[in-house]
């Protein structure tokens, strides 16, 4: 992330230059942003697998009483 963050500080969006990106930085952002959206996609995996898990319980409790 502190690449990316690097990156974009460095490139200016204003700038009329035309900067060739270096394949070795580009590989590394890439494979940060592979890793940010692999992360997040565990983490909605396993919220979603919480919510059904207290939305089943809630419902059996419901029945129960």
Not at 34 to 63: C, D, K, P, Q, W
């Amino acid at each position: 992330m502190q690449q990316v963050n690097e990156y974009m500080r460095s490139s200016n969006v204003y700038s009329k230059q035309t900067d060739k990106l270096d394949p070795k930085e580009l590989d590394l952002l890439l494979g940060e942003l592979t890793i940010m959206h692999s992360r997040a996609e565990l983490y909605v995996r396993f919220i979603r697998r919480r919510v059904m898990v207290s939305h089943v319980t809630a419902s059996i409790n419901s029945i129960i009483s």
